[in-house]
């Protein structure tokens, strides 16, 4: 960054490398100086729309991808980050211009994320059948194309339950007395970014975003006393062998220098489900919030998500349900194990309260209540995850049974999960 002005190569390299670091207020100059030196490049102005919406910039993001569609009109990830960024409405949208380019894009790649871009404009305007045919296609298409079994990560969820009881987290526990970590956990879709959010309006907390910090030095510890590669289950067995004293303090030491600056930071990574228990051993002070959202409304928010290369279960509602049912036994299980540093908060709850639900988790992570945490979404700090769009808004209960506009087509779905 003290270096001159450079080319718009150097300009781009830089402003992706700051993204990459979850700054992308930094990065934002860089990109627009990057356009302005090349207007002719689209990768550069693609860049620039994506970090314009992490930025909260969703006008400039939406002209800024009109001009990549102009000039890449088979681009289908910049069809499905423009419809977005906003609600569309009978007076502008883009449904005929998608249903064109899927109509073009047949059979190819680019055409599964123009696909659920469709079904999202279908749905926001209503048209909830079209919206459900084409965002089934699409995750019919997605589904097929993954080599995945949903068995294979239900039994990583149901090993941990059987392995990483109370009684082994007590025994391995650390005395480490460390209060600075908030550990924000759920599935995706589910509310996460929004506590966060929150959480990061507060004077004495930083929100460092979805960290991989605690799944590294975890991993490096077993590899350490495992030489040998270790499988999924295998690692749950062992991650009860590592040094647990040593752990929260190299923990700490990942998230550095960002963090240490205020009494608390939050650590926003969805899957640090699977790494509960041994999170609460490593650092039993610190405070996990974990999120939880109407089985329902959180599966049709994943099912209708296209994710770059997570959650495979997502796709296939069979999947879903099942590893909803397992998902949900575990974090039962933490609850029981973790005790008083655990606090689950309902998502709809939330959304209907937001004043009383927003001090509860205030309140458990031990700081004092400040206003300013009801009103984030007119922070300026940016967002780098799928929910950057949503969280510019106050709390509002939209979202909450959403899924009964396909009541019938997830029928199936709600069978299975009310056997449960």
């Known amino acids: 960054e003290r270096l001159p002005p450079g080319e718009a190569p150097l300009e781009d390299a830089l402003g992706t490398l700051l993204t990459h670091l979850e700054e992308p207020a930094r990065a934002l100059p860089r990109f627009e100086r990057a356009v302005a030196l090349a207007p002719a490049n689209i990768d550069y102005l693609y860049n620039l729309a994506m970090c314009q919406r992490m930025t909260g910039e969703l006008e400039a993001a939406e002209a800024s991808l009109d001009r990549v569609i102009d000039a890449r009109p088979d681009d289908g990830e910049a069809y499905h980050a423009r419809s977005d960024l906003r609600r569309q409405t ?158 929260g303090p190299a923990y700490l030491a990942a998230t550095r220098p960002r963090t240490g600056h205020t009494a608390r930071f939050t650590d926003k ?27 329902m409304d959180s599966c049709y928010a994943m099912y209708r998500t296209l994710f770059t290369s997570a959650y495979p279960f997502s796709y296939d509602l069979d999947d879903l349900g099942r590893y909803y049912v397992a998902w949900d036994a575990l974090m039962r299980h933490w609850a029981g194990v973790i005790g008083d540093a655990w606090l689950t ?9 937001p004043e009383p639900v927003s001090r509860r988790i205030v309140e458990h992570c031990g700081l004092a209540w400040e206003p300013q945490c009801l009103e984030f979404h007119a922070q300026r700090a940016a967002v780098t995850t799928a929910s950057a769009v949503q969280v510019r808004r106050a709390v509002h209960a939209e979202s909450v049974g959403k899924w009964r506009h396909h009541a019938a087509q997830l029928a199936p779905l709600a069978r299975q999960l009310a056997a449960h």
């Open 345 to 353: 908060v309902e998502y709809e709850e939330l959304a209907r309260n």
């Open 269 to 295: 990574l969805p899957v640090n489900y699977l790494y509960a228990g041994l999170i609460h051993a490593a650092l039993p002070n610190a405070r996990i919030v974990a999120l939880r959202r109407h089985p």
């Open 90 to 247: 009978a007076a502008r949208n883009h449904v005929g211009q998608l249903e064109a380019a899927l109509l073009r894009l047949r059979g190819r790649r680019p055409s599964l994320p123009v696909a659920f871009a469709l079904a999202k404009e279908l749905e926001d305007l209503g048209e909830h059948e079209r919206s459900f045919g084409h965002l089934q296609a699409a995750c019919r298409t997605m589904r097929a194309s993954l080599r995945y079994d949903v068995a294979d990560d239900i039994a990583v969820l149901d090993r941990l339950r059987t392995v990483h009881t109370a009684e082994a987290i007590t025994r391995v526990r650390s005395t480490f007395d460390n209060r600075e970590p908030v550990f924000i956990i759920g599935l995706p879709r589910s509310g996460t970014t929004l506590v966060e959010r929150i959480l990061g309006s507060h004077s004495q907390v930083y929100a460092a975003g979805e960290l991989d910090a605690f799944p590294k030095v975890m991993i490096d510890a077993v590899r350490r006393a495992s030489p040998a590669p270790v499988g999924k289950l295998d690692f749950v067995d062992r991650a009860l062998a590592v040094d647990f004293a040593a752990l």
